[in-house]
């Protein structure tokens, strides 16, 4: 309430000022015939100028701005694979019974263009990625994702998130599932419907992750080949990737 009070006080006194003017003006000139003719032109110019200004001006700050953004929180999304994302993937990748395919279809190459990781991107919807708890080493997935639960609550905190809803999503399948590994004090001889719902919260986080990862190796190869070319070293799709270069 008070700014918008501060907001018609501002109004107001910037009218009384152009009326002042426009008085003082008459006071010395005597000429109201003028006064109409620059007031008229004034106001026929008022809303080309309100389209230059508020419409094309602001739209190109506004891009360049929502570019920005998206170039930081390319760099968020960065660091959580560098930290974590990676070896997560390459954890429940082990643990997918149907793992053959996609790591075929996965060796990310220098070549693809966007038309072939839009393919994939169709290819493999995050319901694709299934994760099986009963072969897959549950104790270390906890460790891990243990280790690294305050790295991933920063992120979490970032601001820039809330301009990315399928990572925060992401997160908090991840988070998820590390909460479920940890509230159970032994992961071994787990009843059917137990492992069936971890295998469930496994599937849920590796889709999200897998898919956040291949729109991210997209990004690293249209503006950071040199970043690229480490991530494809680590593709944890790829059984054959070494970070060596050959």
Not at 31 to 37: D, E, L, R
Not at 95 to 106: F, I, N, R, T, V
Not at 131 to 148: C, K, V
Request: aromatic letters at 10%.
């Amino acid at each position: 309430m008070k700014k918008q009070r501060w907001y018609l006080i501002v109004a107001l006194a910037l009218i009384a000022a152009s009326a002042a003017l426009y008085l003082i003006h008459y006071a010395i000139f005597r000429n109201a015939h003028h006064i109409y003719i620059y007031l008229l032109g004034d106001l026929a110019f008022l809303p080309l100028e309100v389209l230059v200004v508020t419409v094309i001006v602001d739209r190109l700050l506004s891009e360049r701005d929502k570019r920005m953004a998206l170039e930081k929180l390319n760099m968020v999304i960065g660091a959580f694979y560098s930290e974590v994302g990676t070896e997560l993937l390459r954890s429940l990748c082990a643990a997918d019974p149907d793992s053959g395919e996609k790591k075929q279809a996965l060796k990310v190459d220098a070549g693809w263009t966007d038309k072939e990781y839009r393919a994939m991107e169709k290819r493999f919807t995050s319901e694709d990625f299934k994760a099986e708890s009963r072969t897959a080493d549950l104790y270390e997935l906890r460790d891990l994702l243990i280790r690294h639960r305050d790295f991933m609550v920063r992120l979490l905190e970032n601001p820039l998130l809330l301009e990315h809803a399928t990572f925060t999503d992401l997160l908090w399948a991840v988070f998820h599932l590390t909460e479920e590994l940890e509230s159970r004090h032994s992961l071994e001889g787990l009843p059917s419907a137990d492992l069936e719902h971890l295998s469930g919260d496994m599937g849920r986080a590796y889709g999200r992750v897998a898919s956040e990862w291949l729109d991210y190796m997209r990004h690293l190869r249209s503006n950071y080949p040199y970043l690229f070319s480490l991530a494809m070293r680590l593709n944890p799709f790829d059984p054959e990737a070494r970070v060596e270069l050959q």
